[in-house]
């Protein structure tokens, strides 16, 4: 009896087509899709206090003073001052876009780049190069009017350099991102646990908190009051209402409770309803929880973790919707964080493709064009919100199942399996 035919050998993606895959297909997002959806490209938009930000900052005021007071970390407000234009609204605003536009596609070629690096064999690389600029498309105009995108980017260079091992420039990449938006803080830990015992801590830790704390120096030298007030604004912010943990109300409203309403704070609409105030103070709580659940998997998973490269990707994920999911405050732009994550996570995942997907179809949805109905509570965009946020706490599930599943140890290579248990899909 003859050997069976080998199996064909799979080519090597190509980087650099990738990489202009994932960004004409973003720019093709960016410059004809979205001028062309069903609501205006600046509806509802931060833009404006970007720009009042530049504008004083250019007519010569101190932020992160008490009389200049700034909710966002220094690296954001740097962010604030590159379009320039601040003299003209409208210029500031077309400005604005074209460096977020920019940002997006780099943050597609980065994600691009590392799927050809996780997966030096097949077509998954490409796969992953389609699903970004699928994802821009799905959540829309959002990306390029706030800022998020730039810790997006952060993001994807940050799973680049784990992936590579590349330890004390991710730390350092991490430390920018607390920089710019305090939260990719929760990623630190995952540098520690990939990088082994503590001994290999020093110059990760070293780097991050370089780049942490070198951006908010010299404004603590002139106004401790006033860089603390950039951590005290977000401690103090009620739930807000899109909030997963406020889901019960909206779904109660929805069934004809009426028992919610909405008041204004700390930039953006707080709901008011039975029972806000114990899920805003267990939010905190619950966050610590959500997140640790994910180290704790990480960690019972590590070395299965530092051999496949491919599934580090799941665990910042993980680690970005358990933020999401319990946060108290769940601003739509927060989605623009998972992209990278989801695209890498979503070319050999079915469900978390499908789930994600969904989650930033529903967002889309709702934000911008049905945001004031929401507030009306009106039953089309209730029930919006409440099918994405239970889409999202799913997502959340399934990804902590995908990972808990991991086997504890890498796989055996042998004659018949493939060489890299990344090639293989997780569903």
């Known amino acids: 009896m003859s050997d069976p035919s080998p199996t064909p050998e799979r080519h090597a ?48 005021e101190a932020p992160f003073t008490p009389a200049f007071q700034v909710e966002y970390p220094p690296l954001a407000v740097a962010l ?11 210029l500031y605003g077309i400005w604005f876009n074209i460096l977020m536009s920019a940002i997006t596609v780099a943050t597609g070629a980065v994600t691009a ?19 970004f600029p699928v994802g821009v498309a799905l959540i829309g105009t959002i990306v390029i009017n706030r800022y998020d995108v730039a810790v997006a980017l952060l993001i994807a260079v940050f799973i680049l350099c784990i992936t590579q091992r590349w330890y004390t420039a991710a730390a350092f990449v991490i430390g920018m991102g607390f920089a710019l938006k305090i939260t990719p803080l929760a990623l630190l830990p995952l540098v520690l646990l990939l990088a082994g015992p503590p001994r290999r801590w020093a110059w990760p830790l070293v780097a991050f908190g370089a780049a942490a704390v070198a951006p908010f120096l010299p404004y603590v030298l002139k ?11 977000h401690l103090e912010r009620p739930l807000q209402i899109e909030s997963v943990l406020g889901t019960p109300q909206l779904l109660g409203q929805l069934l004809g409770a009426d028992w919610a309403s909405w008041a204004w704070s700390h930039g953006s609409h707080s709901l008011v309803a039975p029972g806000v105030g114990l899920a805003a103070d267990m939010s905190g709580g619950l966050t610590l929880l959500a997140v640790a659940a994910v180290y704790l998997f990480a960690w019972l998973r590590r070395e299965r973790l530092r051999a496949t490269p491919a599934d580090q990707a799941l665990v910042v994920l993980a680690l970005l919707l358990a933020l999401m999911t319990f946060g108290k405050v769940l601003s739509p732009q927060y989605f623009i964080w998972i992209l990278p994550a989801w ?14 997907g969904l989650t930033l179809a529903l967002t889309h949805a709702e934000f911008p064009a049905l945001y004031w109905n929401l507030l009306d509570m009106q039953p089309a965009p209730l029930a919006i919100v409440v099918a994405r946020n239970i889409l999202l706490l799913a997502t959340y599930v399934v990804a902590l199942w995908r990972l808990w599943r991991l086997p504890g140890r890498p ?17």
Not at 21 to 44: C, E, Q, R
Not at 411 to 427: F, G, K, N, V
Request: charge should be neutral.
């Open 411 to 427: 796989a055996e290579p042998s004659a018949t399996a493939p060489a890299r248990w990344a090639d293989q899909p997780l569903s």
């Open 223 to 233: 106004s401790w009051d006033g860089v603390w007030h950039v951590f005290q604004y």
């Open 343 to 356: 695209g890498l996570v979503a070319a050999r995942d079915r469900w978390v493709a499908v789930l994600g």
């Open 13 to 60: 993606p190509n980087p650099w087509l990738a990489m202009v895959t994932a960004s004409f297909l973003t720019l093709l997002v960016i410059g004809v899709l979205f001028p062309n959806l069903w609501y205006g490209m600046h509806d509802i938009t931060d833009l404006p206090v970007y720009w009042g930000y530049a504008e004083r900052i250019a007519s010569g």
């Open 80 to 90: 604030f001052r590159i379009p320039g234009h601040t003299s003209s609204e409208s």
């Open 113 to 131: 780049y590392t799927a050809c690096r996780l997966w030096p064999k097949g077509g998954r690389a490409y796969v992953a190069s389609v699903l």
